[in-house]
């Protein structure tokens, strides 16, 4: 039940353009790009500010990448019209586990509208630190970074089909087999919840679906697709993908940028 509820947060009004909300600096890490006007509104009730949660990224040593992700999230109207909104950005991992990633804004798929990249993230599990580089304002804010989390993604999550408690509904698991991607080896599972007509207000079942494809060899999903009433349907694909270690120039900070240490101290940059 807490797991529907908190989807409801994601529902969000229909816009022209993405970029990125800066989150409270212990979730930054894989926020991704929430939908807001492109040009500033007035005051009005109601209305929701959204997170993309992205791939996980597990700080595993000895499994070296670098690799391309494209993001593409569809919204759905009540009339049935769709919205899509697209980006490519690198990611990478060397030999210790320390992780680089872009972020960059999802902008409409299709349009003259141009991506650009507003975050460089550095993380290093040995060291617990994240650095949050804005390349707008030329400030990286160092972070503390708990890497045990983001460890736990190194495995494909498997579950069990059931009902949910107080008859809520179901949770169902698939297994799909093995699959080549990218000329990697990787197992997908399918976990589909069902929603019982009358648990959210709701007039008839709600379904969500989670799809993923895992490489063991990575500790890392090559492919995730979810799909739900609440926040329409998301897909995460890797596109191309080195298995080498990437350029060590990657994960040393911008030249030129400042550095805020906020593991003590609250925002100062923002």
């Not at 304002?137 to 009902?163: F, W």
């Not at 107080?166 to 069902?194: A, C, F, M, P, Q």
């Amino acid at each position: 039940m807490r797991t529907l509820l908190a989807g409801i947060l994601g529902l969000t009004s229909a816009v022209c353009m993405a970029q990125t909300q800066e989150p409270p600096p212990q979730q930054v890490q894989r926020s991704e790009v929430p939908p807001t006007p492109r040009h500033p509104q007035p005051a009005q009730d109601g209305g929701v500010r959204e997170v993309l949660e992205s791939i996980v990224i597990p700080p595993i040593p000895h499994a070296p990448f670098f690799a391309t992700l494209a993001t593409e999230s569809v919204k759905y109207a009540a009339d049935g019209a769709s919205m899509t909104f697209v980006n490519q950005r690198h990611i990478a991992r060397n030999a210790e586990g320390r992780i680089y990633e872009e972020r960059w804004y999802l902008v409409p798929k299709g349009s003259n509208v141009k991506s650009s990249m507003n975050w460089i993230q550095i993380a290093d599990p040995k060291q617990h630190t994240l650095y949050n580089c804005s390349p707008q304002r030329r400030i990286c804010d160092l972070l503390v970074y708990d890497p045990e989390s983001d460890l736990s993604a190194a495995k494909l999550r498997r579950g069990s089909t059931h009902p949910l408690e107080n008859g809520d509904g179901s949770d169902v698991w698939e297994d799909l087999g093995t699959r080549n991607i990218l000329g990697i080896e990787t197992e997908g599972v399918r976990e589909t919840t069902v929603t019982n007509v009358g648990v959210l207000g709701n007039d008839q079942p709600l379904n969500s679906m989670s799809e993923y494809w895992h490489s063991q060899q990575l500790g890392l999903n090559l492919l995730s697709i979810r799909s739900s009433p609440y926040f329409g349907k998301q897909t995460f694909t890797i596109t191309e993908i080195s298995t080498g270690d990437p350029d060590a120039q990657l994960f040393q900070l911008p030249a030129g940028y400042t550095v805020n240490d906020q593991r003590k101290n609250g925002p100062i940059s923002h």
